[in-house]
Each structure stands twice: as C-alpha cells, then as structure tokens.
C-alpha cells in the first residue's frame, strides 16, 4: 500500500537559519503531493502541492520539488522564522485504486524556531 | 465563520460511555472525512463518505462508528469507549477538484 516517510524529529532551529524537511513516499501510480501544517491548537491546513514529477509547489517562502526518480518531496524554506514553528505532515493522494480519494500522512515532524 | 466547525473542542468520559463527536461544514464538498491524531503516528482515517448514501471505513474503525445525516454533518461515535481512545480528532471535507483537504480545529478526548 501506499506510505509516507518523514524525517525524523523534533528539529530545533535558529530564526533565518535554512530548513529542510525530507519526505519519501512509496505509491503505485501517480499520486499528488502535499504539505500540511498545524500550528499550535489548530488543524492542519495545506501548505503547498504538487500534482506531478518535477512540479514545484510553493507558498509562504516555502518549496518542495516533486522528485518522481527519488520518489521524494523534500520541505525547504531558506530563512525560517519564530511564526514558522508548527508541525509539518507530508502527505500524499493516490487517485487510483482503493486509495481512490484518500490522503496517506508522515508522522509528522516538529519544527521549532527560537528568536 | 470557520468552515469546518467540530463539537465539542474537548472531552472527557470514563471507559464504557458511549460518545459522540459532531462535524459541520459550510464549504458545500460532498466528502468528508474523520482522523484521529496520535503523537508520533501522523493522521489516520477513520472513517470516510464521499456522498449522503455513501460509507466507508479508513484503516482503524474498529470501536467506531459514523452518521452521515446530512451533505454539512458528519458524526463519529465511540461506542463504548476505551483509554487508547484518547487522541485528537479530526474532521475534514475535501474539493475533488483541486484535491485539497480543509480540517475542523479537532476534539481533544480523554478516555479515563
């Protein structure tokens, strides 16, 4: 079946120092990807997607490249702030089969940025 | 107005109470979604509907069980609930158009 993988956590980061996040997912097909972010006692909402290999998707200084050859959609963001720190999910959607319409998440990983 | 609203935003029960987790939305998508949230272990479906007449079950919706009364509403119930229970609740609707997910702002419930 489908899977997502994200780095391992917490990481703890200095304001405007550069952030990168991996994600590697495993699907049949040619799923989309995503990125989610929750911020402290809220939901998740969509950061950025891709909908193909080699798409960037992009928002609020952050990217992440649809790599189909790594099967890899990596998070960086080149200076990060105090108001960036949340928890990010990779995610994907597999239009085919019995995944038909459904997200498959990472664990999630907790970014933390101090002043 | 939020778009998706959850009721209520935090509960406690005792183990064997039967509860129930209410969603509305007010963005007009027919589907709709429940997760639950553990740390360490990402979201999980629990239960999905992609229309009115239409249920079907995620990957851990063993102990629950959903209603779908109306396009807006979709519920989750604990029938009788059991302390690994405890996580934050999540529901969300989704435009099949450009296949992005809007979540509610979750129920934190504790199963003592």
């Known amino acids: 079946g489908d899977s997502v993988t994200q780095m391992e956590g917490p990481v703890t980061l200095s304001e405007e120092a550069f952030l990168t996040i991996n994600c590697t997912y495993t699907?049949?097909?040619?799923?989309?990807l995503f990125w989610y972010v929750q911020y402290p006692g809220e939901g998740l909402q969509l950061l950025l997607k891709a909908t193909k290999a080699d798409d960037k998707g992009s928002n609020k200084g952050f990217e992440a490249t649809y790599r189909k050859e790594t099967t890899s959609f990596h998070l960086e963001k080149g200076s990060v702030q105090v108001s960036d720190s949340a928890v990010y999910f990779c995610?994907?959607?597999?239009?085919?089969?019995?995944?038909?319409?459904?997200?498959?998440f990472g664990q999630g990983t907790i970014l933390t940025v101090h002043p | 107005d939020a778009d998706v609203t959850q009721t209520p935003r935090n509960r406690i029960t005792k183990t064997g109470k039967r509860i129930m987790l209410e969603c509305s939305q007010t963005k007009g998508h027919d589907r709709m979604y429940w997760y639950r949230q553990d740390p360490g272990l990402g979201l999980r479906l629990i239960y999905y509907s992609f229309d009115v007449k239409d249920i079907n079950k995620g990957e851990i919706s063993d102990g629950y069980s959903v209603s779908r009364q109306a396009q807006a509403k979709f519920s989750l119930s604990l029938e009788s609930a059991i302390p690994n229970q405890t996580a934050l609740y999540f529901c969300?609707?989704?435009?099949?158009?450009?296949?992005?997910?809007?979540f509610g702002p979750g129920t934190r419930l504790l199963v003592l």
């Open positions: 969300a609707t989704s435009d099949p158009r450009t296949e992005t997910q809007y």
């Open positions: 699907a049949t097909g040619y799923p989309s």
């Open positions: 995610a994907l959607l597999n239009a085919g089969g019995t995944s038909y319409g459904k997200l498959t």
